[in-house]
């Protein structure tokens, strides 16, 4: 821009704008900032928020099993455990929890597989036709839920508490999740021996099944001696295996003499 000023007054003028504090020159002509349009904002880039993602609640039902059955220190307390035990659908279906009959005294705990119509209905483990076999062949050896010898009771679960529909076989996952509570069961009730009845049974509890091997041997089971038989439901579809139920009843009455 051509300057309009003679040299001296445009001297005089820089040297005032400096005694002001004027440290620099920017532009050619000054800039009326009163007038000047506002500055539009300075966009600010704002990256999209994803919806937060809330990863599903895994529950592990073992696990929650295992908590509630270290909890309890009496049969009482372990009733009620597994009746606040929600997690397997069984329960849902079942009219009872069948938890056990006979003497929490006794020498001998018997564990079947799990409730029937009869058991679901009167909330007692092997009251059926299975049932009245079993009473029968504790009976033949002196043994009966009822005694009043406790040295001659018996005391009897199943591994599910609760019946599944139509009688189907328990799956791998139900019989799992209920283990903590069954375990549990023999830790409270301590009884001197197990019977395995059937291969339900055998598989929770030595992890085998092939009931026909593994009847009339004595195993180990959870530190005890545990001694596998044929199911009497399966000695009523098969009466001539009678013949090896009588020789394992035998095996037992001749390990509790022994003891
Ligand atoms: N069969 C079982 O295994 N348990 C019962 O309680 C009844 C029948």
Known sequence: MESQMDFHTAKALLEW???LGATEAICDAPIDRYQAPAPKPARVAVAPVAPARVAPVSVDPVAVARAAAAGATSLEALRDAIEGFDLCDLKKGARS???????????????GEAPGADEDRLGRPFVGRAGQLLDKMLAAIDLGRDQADARQAVYITNVLPWRPPQNR?????????????????????????????GNHSCQALLGRRGITRLR???????????LPMFHPAYLLRNPQAKREAWHDLLMLQHKLRQG
Do not use: T, Y
């Open 17 to 19: 704008q400096i005694e």
């Open 169 to 197: 076989d328990p799956l791998p996952e139900e019989v799992a999740m209920m283990l903590p509570f069954v375990e549990k069961h023999i830790e409270l009730v301590a009884p001197e021996v197990l019977v395995l009845m």
């Open 97 to 111: 929890l069948v938890f056990a009959d006979g003497r929490p005294e006794a020498r001998v705990m018997v564990i």
């Open 216 to 226: 009339g041997h004595w195993i180990e089971a959870l530190g005890r001696p545990a």
